[in-house]
């Protein structure tokens, strides 16, 4: 039995930690087994409650705060309760080969958050538009809140005109992503410069309570159609996993927890990119990719961590440098990968 540990609880204050609760080891092995498989934007919004509850949750990157709505834990779980008593019971979203934390925010996918924030100067010096008109993925995207800070990006940039924005989001169980992705890039689009959150008076920085209906949800596909945004959803295993394109821009946090699934999360990413080299402008100059995993350390129990996935994309001829280390509480990197060919 392990303790993930650190987990950013809406329960208290956005930059808070507790202890999570445990989950048995060998059962990720069996994290590959589902097929992967690709869900509507229509199933997904059948699947919504009739109301949100939402918090911010915040990110810094130096001394900027940046700010995003989240679907708040309990109003989740409140959920489950109605549809799946067996799994609302369980003391922890932490079931293996089930929800796997991803219900939770992590704190690995707010230091991506930082780093995404952080690169947008520099990549705009070369395309102004930058990311409008790529393919950004999120693998193991959890409550997908780099996912949202991308969506809400791109709706403040001109568009670009000659190519569509794909943002895709990937987590390995179906109910994740009806229960807070969907959710979650809702409230990124309603909080941004497209949507009425601010008309309305409203802030993504104060908790609130959003009602679902079919008018607002009609407006969040306008807004996506006449932005140029197609937003893709897939449950299942890293394996099987097919884009279709490769990726300019892909994201994952908190994914190397496991000795066992780190060769199928390598081989997954070496599959979903363009060939690159290593530079800085991987994922700015097309049909590159700039690939950034959000990493502890070391996940204590598991043995997974920075070092063995290292290991794990050198034995794949790939290249891989730390580009950013958190040395406050639990140690914690951010990586960029890539393969030459």
């Known amino acids: 039995m392990f303790s993930f540990d650190f987990c950013v609880d809406e329960d208290h204050d956005a930059s808070s930690i507790r202890a999570s609760t445990n989950a048995g080891v060998n059962e990720t092995k069996n994290m590959c087994k589902i097929p992967a498989r690709e869900h509507s934007l229509s199933s997904l919004r059948a699947q919504l409650p009739e109301k949100l509850s939402y918090s911010p949750v915040i990110a810094h990157d130096g001394d900027v705060p940046v700010v995003l709505a989240r679907r708040d ?16 019971d369980e003391q922890s979203d932490l079931i293996p080969g089930v929800y796997e934390g991803g219900l939770k925010t992590w704190e690995c996918s707010l230091d991506l958050i930082s780093e995404i924030h952080s690169r947008l100067q520099g990549a705009r010096q070369n395309d102004a538009a930058w990311p409008s008109g790529r393919h950004i993925t999120e693998i193991g995207c959890g409550t997908a809140l780099p996912s949202c800070f991308v969506l809400q990006t791109l709706f403040s940039v001109t568009r670009n005109p000659e190519q569509p924005s794909v943002l895709t989001v990937c987590d390995y169980n179906e109910q994740v992503l009806s229960l807070v992705v969907y959710p979650n890039l809702l409230l990124a689009w309603y909080f941004s410069e497209a949507g009425p959150g601010a008309a309305k008076g409203q802030s993504q920085q104060e908790p609130g309570d959003l009602e679902m209906d079919d008018h607002l949800l009609d407006q969040f596909e306008s807004a996506l159609s006449n932005s140029g945004i197609k937003l893709r959803f897939f449950s299942g295993g890293w394996d099987t996993l097919e884009l279709g394109t490769p990726a300019d821009i892909l994201l994952t946090s908190e994914t190397t927890y496991a000795l066992e699934t780190i060769p199928s999360l390598c ?26 995993i ?39 990197g951010i990586l960029q990968i890539g393969w030459s060919s």
């Open 294 to 332: 959000a990493s502890k350390v070391l996940y204590f129990g598991v043995g997974g961590g920075i070092e063995p996935f290292r290991t794990e994309v050198l034995a794949h001829q790939g290249w891989c440098k730390q580009v950013r280390s958190f040395t406050a509480g639990v140690g914690r």
């Open 73 to 88: 834990l309990f109003d989740v779980r409140f959920q489950i309760l109605n549809e799946d008593g067996t799994i609302a």
């Open 267 to 292: 081989r997954a990413l070496k599959a979903a990119s363009w060939p690159t080299n290593d530079n800085d402008m991987g994922g700015i100059i097309r049909e590159t990719s700039m690939i950034l």
